[in-house]
Structures are given as C-alpha cells and as structure tokens.
C-alpha cells in the first residue's frame, strides 16, 4: 500500500497551484475554479486522514465541505453574470472600482 | 523498493491530477480551462478510491463533474466567452511579479508547514493497513450524517436555500428588457442541491 505522505504531498501540491492560479489568472471564472481546486486540497487530505485514523467523520465532513463548494459556486457565478452584464467584461484587474 | 500495482496506480492518477490542475491555468479558452479541471477531478476520485472512500469519490463525480462544473460551462455559454478577446490588455509587468512572489512564497509556506508536522511526528505516517469491512460505504456515511452530523447536515439546507435565493436576487436584472439570463443559475442550483439531497438519502 502507498504511504500517507504521498497523499498529503499531493493534497498540498494541489493546493499550491490552487493558490498560484488565483494568483496569476486574469479571467475571473478561472479564478473561481482555483478557488473550488483548493476546497478540493483540502478534501483530500481530510480522506486521507479519515483513512490513516480509520475514523469515517472525515468523509461526513467532506460532504459538507462539497455543499458549501456548490452554493459558493452558484453565487459566484451569479456575480459573475451581474458584472458581466454591466461592465461586458470578465477580467478582474478591471474590478477595481473598491481599491482606493 | 518494491513498486506494488498499487503505487502504479497512485502515481498515474496523482500525474494525471497535478497535470490537469496546471493545465487549467495555461489555457487561453475557458471552456479547455474547465475541461481540464473535470480531468483533474476524475483522477482525485481515483486517488479517493484508494484511500478506501468509495461513496464520497462517487459523489464527487456525480455532484462535481455532473454539477458544479456543468454550471460553469453553463455561464461560459451564457456569457458567450471567446478567450483572449474578453480578457482585454494584461495587467503591468510590475503587479505580475508581485503576484508571483505572493504565490510562491505562500506555497513555500505551506511546504514548511507540512514539512515541519511530518518530520516532528505531529501526524501518523506509515504505511497504509487494511481499512475495516464497510470502511466508506454509503450506508456508514449516511448512519453518520443523520446522528453525529445531524445538526450540521440540516444547517446545510438552510445554507443552500440562501444561496437559491442569493443567486436569484444577484443575477436578476432590473430591467425586464433581456429576461433570458436571470433564471439559469437559479435552476442549475436547485438541480445540485437534489443531487446532493439524493445522495444522502
């Protein structure tokens, strides 16, 4: 069987590119699948814990954390048509009207 | 150093999942970005497989490829995005290293801190035994779900119903002029959330 570490190796990989394309993408629906990709991460590693621990309330957490990736991403998207429909652009580096 | 069958598996799905992750961000068309995040997604649930989750791996392709992302292609079709040509000009060169160091370093940090917990002993390591009969199966995820996490689960519901309404109330226009756009996100929505609701039951 495979080591743990490995899981936790590419949970934590994942996440970084994850963090890296919130970063440097332009395009704001990108952004938003970074941000489901990190919620991913994340899950891996509370299975692979759930696993080595041979607890299964991780994988009832995993759940929830699926729920909330579901309706971050409705309400996202939704914001996304609004500020599409009033500025016809999707590039976040135009969102600035906040930044002082 | 034996390789088993089951490194070989655990490493074509873990190449196949870091390939697709990075390959989300190097496309110019979002629908490829998407695609590739689906791809991505499919090698996770192997990965989940492997750790013995056999349900939550069925639900994260069934909720999240089925789902999640099939709202995403939604929008890109809504907007009616091409790629490059609704991005407009880049940013400046100076915001664009800034961004990387940020990110770089962030990851680093993360590395440090996974280094530091696996080599203090903070975590178990070691290698994998044999899960328990049952070990992942739907029925032992859901006695869970409906006694420990009952209250959670519930608050759940509630949590989507506000993300109905909320992407009711954001995406509706003012105007009634062009109404096509308003009630699409509202109806993929209530699709994932049925889904999800299934899966417990």
Known sequence: ????????????????????????????????????????????????????????????????VLTVAAAEAAVGLAMVITIYNNRKTINIDNFSLLKW | MNITIDGVIFIISSAVALFGAIMMFAQRNPVASVLYFILSLVAQAALYIQLGAIFVSAILIIVYSGAILVLFLFVIMLLNLRGDEDLGKGSPAVSNL??????????????????????????????????????GSAENVATL?????????????????AAIVGAVMIAKKERSDET????????????????????AN
């Open chain 2, 180 to 199: 096509e756009a308003a009630p699409k996100p509202a109806k993929k929505e209530a699709k994932s959330e049925m889904t999800v609701e299934e899966a």
């Open chain 2, 145 to 161: 779900l409906f006694t420990r996490y009952l209250y959670p689960f519930e608050l759940t519901s509630i949590l989507l119903l």
């Open chain 1, 1 to 64: 069987m495979v080591n743990i570490t490995a899981f936790l190796f590419v949970g934590a990989v994942l996440f970084g590119i994850g963090v890296i394309g919130v970063m440097i993408s332009r395009n704001i629906i990108v952004l938003l699948m970074a941000v489901e990709l990190m919620l991913n991460a994340a899950n891996l590693v509370i299975i692979a814990f759930s696993r080595v621990l041979n607890l299964m309330d991780g994988h009832a957490f995993v759940f929830l």
């Open chain 2, 98 to 135: 800034t961004k990387f160091i940020v990110a770089i370093g962030l990851t680093l940090e993360l590395g440090f801190v996974i280094k530091s917990s696996i080599f203090g002993r903070a975590v178990p390591t070691g290698v994998l035994g044999e899960s328990g009969a049952g070990f």
